[in-house]
């Protein structure tokens, strides 16, 4: 594992929770606002209330939701930095290998190891 990699997917989580518990209170704020506005008699107040409500509603959804798809997003990324960490050691291992046996050709050598496994 990279330490980048790890890093990336520390942040994301970090990011996702930060979004997610952000969403929920302002979609919290929202909802309080309109049923404070709901209780006034006047009627655009009240349609204002319910507007609010909705968006409340939307805000706490649609950013947790947001959030969650941008921490996989994120998160996949830092999983493909690993994976391209470990891609490199086992290239770098090949290398290696092949130039303690250089005497040979490359396709000896692998053919030599595939027989051996």
Known sequence: ????GDKIKALAKTLAII??????IIGVILIARGIDLLALSD???ATLGTTDIIFG?????????LAWMSYLALYGFG???D???CIEADINEMLKYIKRNSNRYPAEVFEADRKAI
Do not use: H
């Open 1 to 4: 594992m990279s330490e980048m």
């Open 19 to 24: 979004g997610m518990v952000g969403a929920i």
């Open 43 to 45: 009627s655009d107040q």
């Open 57 to 65: 509603i939307t805000v706490m959804v649609g950013g947790a939701l």
């Open 79 to 81: 999983e493909v930095v």
């Open 83 to 85: 994976k391209i960490t």
